[in-house]
C-alpha cells in the first residue's frame, strides 16, 4: 500500500446511495402562526430525540410569506453552542414538517466512514480496510462550512490524518472529503 501522506490535501466527492436523511417531526398548527408552531416543535422533546442531539434552544422562524401548502421557510436553533438549520414545510391540514438540513444521524457515520475509505481506495490505488477512517458514534451537528473531522488510521503506520468531510446534501449524503496531517 502507498503511504497515506500520499493524499493529504486531496479532495474527492463522494455521494452515498442510501439516504442520509436525519430525522424529522411534524406537527399540527391549528391557532399559531407557522413559525411559532416550528419552534415549538423544534424546541420540543420529540425533536431532540428524534435527532438524538439534546435539548434544542433558541428556535428562530420567520413566518413565511405565502402560506400555501408546500412552502417551504427556514428556521435557526441552537444545541450545545451549536446552530442547527432546519427547512420547515407547510402541510395539509395546518401541519408542519421539520427537517433538519445540517445533522448527520449516527446512524449514518459508518457509511460516510465507510464511502470515503472506498473513493480514497478507489482513486489512488490504496488498500485501506474500510473501518480507517472513524466518524465516531454520536450524531453531528455540521459546522458553519458543513464539515465533520473524522480520523483516519494508515494501518500500516499507526499514523492518524484529519478527514474533514464537507457534506452538502445531508438527505442524498452527498459530500466531500480532504485528508489534512493532523497538526495542519
Known amino acids: 500500500m502507498r503511504s497515506c501522506a500520499g493524499f493529504i490535501g486531496l479532495v474527492l466527492a463522494v ?11 411534524d406537527f399540527s398548527f391549528g391557532g399559531q402562526t407557522p413559525a411559532e408552531a416550528a419552534v ?23 413566518d413565511p ?36 438540513t445540517n445533522v448527520v444521524d449516527q446512524s449514518f457515520l459508518v457509511d460516510y ?17 474500510d473501518d480507517a477512517i ?7 451537528v455540521l459546522d458553519a462550512d458543513r464539515q465533520m473531522t473524522c480520523k483516519l488510521t494508515d494501518p500500516d503506520s499507526g499514523i ?7 457534506v452538502t446534501d445531508t438527505e442524498s449524503g452527498s459530500f466531500s472529503v480532504e485528508i489534512r496531517d493532523v497538526d495542519s
Not at 15 to 25: E, I, P, T, W
Not at 160 to 166: H, K
Open 15 to 25: 455521494v452515498l446511495f442510501s439516504s442520509a436523511c436525519s430525522g424529522s417531526v
Open 40 to 62: 415549538e416543535l423544534i424546541e420540543g422533546d420529540e425533536m431532540a430525540q428524534q435527532l438524538d442531539i439534546g435539548v434544542i434552544t433558541e428556535a428562530v422562524c420567520e
Open 65 to 100: 410569506a405565502d402560506t400555501e401548502v408546500g412552502t417551504v421557510f427556514t428556521c435557526t436553533a441552537t444545541n450545545e453552542g451549536e446552530t442547527v438549520e432546519f427547512d420547515v414545510e407547510l402541510e395539509p391540514d395546518d401541519r408542519i414538517f421539520a427537517s433538519p
Open 113 to 129: 466512514a465507510t464511502s470515503a475509505v472506498q473513493s480514497l481506495n478507489s482513486a489512488n490505488g490504496f488498500t485501506l480496510p
Open 134 to 140: 472513524d466518524c465516531g458514534d454520536r450524531t453531528v
Open 160 to 166: 492518524e490524518y484529519d478527514a474533514v468531510l464537507t
